[in-house]
């Protein structure tokens, strides 16, 4: 697990909490290349990969791999395939991690909240190292208050655990938390947590989830004007 950043003094009852990928940056991973990665030594390790595509979330095909070895078994543990699988996780997303660009906005958003004494969070699906050097790159990292990585919990996004955490560490409720994200899974997540949820535009949200989820985009630029 990684170790928290934090900084000290930092347990107000206002709290925000972004996604990092697609929302406060471009990302620069190249994820097909993760994912057929996965899948190759889903292979070498025997294990039945028929079905699994790089078109499939990294989480959906970890949930399918642990039902397979729940059902048939395998030469290594779940735990031991989720290592070696983050292994390649990690080293695909930290190759281009220097390239990594800010998006627009986000650090006016970003100053604006903490002139107004907000506590920020982010919770990421990337690995802790890979959050902060894509925050130092982007010159975002002295905003944010606490990083949760994929390897700060056990049960990374869409799971609550991340905000769950978070709100623990910041002292909060929440009542007193708003997560900011670009995906189904922050939506997702927060909804597990009791939060409420800002999706912004640009990211993986289709017509049809925004619908079933009820919510409405808007551009990051306004998200403070919706914290009033």
């Not at 949930?63 to 729940?70: D, G, Q, S, T």
């Not at 769950?164 to 939506?187: N, Q, R």
Request: glycine share 6%; aromatic share 6%.
């Amino acid at each position: 697990m990684g170790s928290l950043s934090s900084r000290p003094g930092s347990s107000r009852s206002r709290c925000v909490v972004f996604d990092l990928d697609g929302t406060l940056v471009r990302s620069t991973v190249d994820f097909i290349k993760l994912k057929l990665e996965t899948i190759r030594l889903l292979n070498e390790l025997g294990l039945l990969t028929t079905g699994l595509s790089e078109k499939m979330k990294t989480y959906e095909i970890m949930a399918r791999v642990r039902k397979y070895v729940e059902n048939h078994g395998a030469s290594l543990s779940y735990d031991d395939i989720l290592r070696r699988v983050t292994h390649i996780w990690d080293s695909v997303e930290l190759e281009n991690v220097n390239k990594t660009t800010v998006m627009p906005c986000a650090v006016q958003v970003l100053e604006r909240l903490r002139n107004r004494q907000f506590s920020i969070g982010i919770i990421t699906r990337g690995c802790h190292v890979y959050a902060v050097r894509a925050l130092e790159t982007t010159a975002l990292l002295p905003y944010v208050d606490i990083i949760l990585g994929r390897d700060d919990t056990t049960n990374p996004k869409p799971d609550p655990e991340p905000l769950l955490c978070m709100m623990t560490i910041f002292g909060a409720k929440p009542s007193e938390v708003v997560m900011v994200g670009d995906s189904v899974e922050d939506s997702e997540c927060a909804r597990l947590a009791g939060v409420r949820f800002i999706g912004v535009q640009g990211g993986t949200f289709s017509l049809e989830a925004t619908k079933h989820l009820r919510t409405y985009l808007v551009d990051l630029c306004d998200v403070p004007n919706l914290l009033e």
